[in-house]
């Protein structure tokens, strides 16, 4: 299935697969591109490294998570994407940051002894050090339904302006019992997993943008149901060790 006039794959862009895909996170854009695929639209990953690897369209781009070490080079390089970036939130294009992607997005990183990496500005908010590394289990409720994952991450993220992505269940996420951002198609989270594969709920509300852009109408099919079931086992099996109610 593609739009009438646009025969094109979808474009799934991922941000410097290599030193941005810890946890898992940039299987998120295969995640995307296989429920595309079973959805009838043809879809393609584009591991983007420069901004000389952008393809001419873009339909959503994955920012994954990557270690402290890495902060500074890799923030130079979202740099050169920047402008582009923020075009595409300003079209609507779906965007997805996990963990130090949506801290390289917002306004800036504190660290330790007071030095500051200063973000690209696209996500309001910014992250600051806590007194203990939060590690482990981490359960939202959001308008998506219950998000599982797991968290691991150094720094809250306080000031955020747009929406939380929803209200803590266990866990840390952001701080202060709210997780994540959203602000429009911009949608930022300390979910780990990756977490569009245990949370495919989240994965749809993406597609459902990515195939009205193209004209389409998104529905989960093929093998989707099927995959549904094996990641809602996986969430209720979390949620009930932890003593939530399963879903």
């Known amino acids: 299935m593609t739009a009438q006039g646009d025969p094109r794959p979808l474009a799934i862009v991922c941000l410097l697969p290599e030193t941005l895909g810890g946890n898992g996170d940039a299987a998120n854009a295969r995640v995307l591109v296989q429920r ?36 500074v080079p890799v923030r130079d390089t979202l740099l050169t994407v920047a ?4 075009t595409w939130a300003t079209a609507g294009i779906p965007i997805l940051a996990v963990g130090t992607g949506l801290e390289l997005l917002s306004w800036g990183i504190e660290l330790p002894g007071g030095s500051v990496v200063e973000g690209l500005g696209l996500v309001a908010g910014r992250a600051v050090p806590r007194l203990a590394r939060a590690t482990g289990d981490l ?24 929406s939380p992505l929803g209200r803590v269940a266990f866990g840390v996420g952001n701080g202060a019992g709210s997780e994540g951002v959203v602000m429009g198609n911009v949608i930022g989270t300390h979910l780990h997993g990756p977490v569009l594969a245990k949370n495919p709920g989240l ?45």
């Open 36 to 71: 595309a695929r079973w959805a009838g639209m043809q879809a393609d990953i584009i591991p983007v490294r420069t901004r000389a690897d952008l393809p001419p369209q873009v339909d959503a781009v994955i920012v994954g998570s990557g270690t402290d070490a890495d902060l």
């Open 139 to 162: 359960v939202v409720t959001s308008r998506y339904g219950r998000l599982v994952g797991f968290e691991n991450h150094a720094r809250d993220f306080v000031g955020a302006e747009g």
């Open 83 to 86: 402008d582009d970036l923020r």
């Open 203 to 247: 994965a749809d509300h993406l597609l459902r943008a990515i195939f009205a852009a193209h004209g389409a109408e998104y529905a989960p099919a093929g093998r989707a149901t099927e995959v549904d079931g094996i990641a809602k086992a996986a969430r209720n099996q979390i949620a009930v060790r932890l003593g939530l109610a399963p879903e």
